[in-house]
T-cell receptor, first 115, second 115 residues
């Protein structure tokens, strides 16, 4: 059973298009995240949701809009795709709470390539 | 602000030899420290964490890490490396008892274990 699943695994599209990536977790966690990993493998947080509420929004262009219909799902919509958006996008989840000491569980990533 | 440094881009070790992957951190307050491993085309997998208590923590696949407060380090170790340990390793830190603070990752260290 996949704990954190992302679709699609690969996404190849043209500059200027709009695309979405979906994420679902079956771990019963209350917090979900989107990360971007660039070509040098550097990993950076983009967004975090706790119980469907946005709690962390790093400096990300407005073209990126996350949506959490329920606490098991966190989707990422990207408008007007640019060449610099090419990267691997990871979804993750964890049980949050006051102490923040729980590890995050990652999906296997969506490889986005902009032509 | 919090940060993590992994000074080595790559660590090479022969199978059967001990391995160390270095990590130093900077954080205001008590650190929560984590190690993750990433295999090719996969998401990050949690290995171990330090929250409080014993400075030597043991994790998955025979890995362990030692928290050193005076040197602000959290080096990952394994007594006897396996070829299958070859992967990309990330150290991460967040401020303790902070609920929704972000997890900051180091740039990653590639571990190559030769037969």
């Amino acid at each position: 059973d996949t704990a954190v699943s992302q679709t699609p695994k690969y996404l190849v599209t043209q500059m200027g298009n709009d695309k979405s990536i979906k994420c679902e977790q079956n771990l019963g966690h209350d917090t979900m995240y989107w990360y971007k990993q660039d070509s040098k493998k550097f990993l950076k947080i983009m967004f975090s949701y706790n119980n469907k509420e946005l709690i962390i929004n790093e400096t990300v262009p407005n073209r990126f809009s996350p949506k959490s219909p329920d606490k098991a799902h966190l989707n990422l919509h990207i408008n007007s795709l640019e060449l610099g958006d090419s990267a691997v996008y990871f979804c993750a989840s964890s049980q949050a709470g006051v102490f923040g000491n729980q590890p995050q569980h990652f999906g296997d990533g969506t490889r986005l390539s902009i032509l | 602000a919090q940060s993590v440094a992994q000074p080595e881009d790559q660590v090479n070790v022969a199978e059967g030899n001990p391995l160390t992957v270095k990590c130093t951190y900077s954080v205001s307050g008590n650190p929560y420290l984590f190690w993750y491993v990433q295999y090719p085309n996969r998401g990050l997998q949690f290995l171990l964490k330090y929250i409080t208590g014993d400075n030597l923590v043991k994790g998955s696949y025979g890995f362990e890490a030692e928290f050193n407060k005076s040197q602000t380090s959290f080096h990952l170790k394994k007594p006897s490396a396996l070829v299958s340990d070859s992967a990309l390793y990330f150290c991460a830190v967040r401020v303790g008892n902070s609920g929704y603070s972000t997890l900051t990752f180091g740039k990653g260290t590639m571990l190559l274990v030769s037969p």
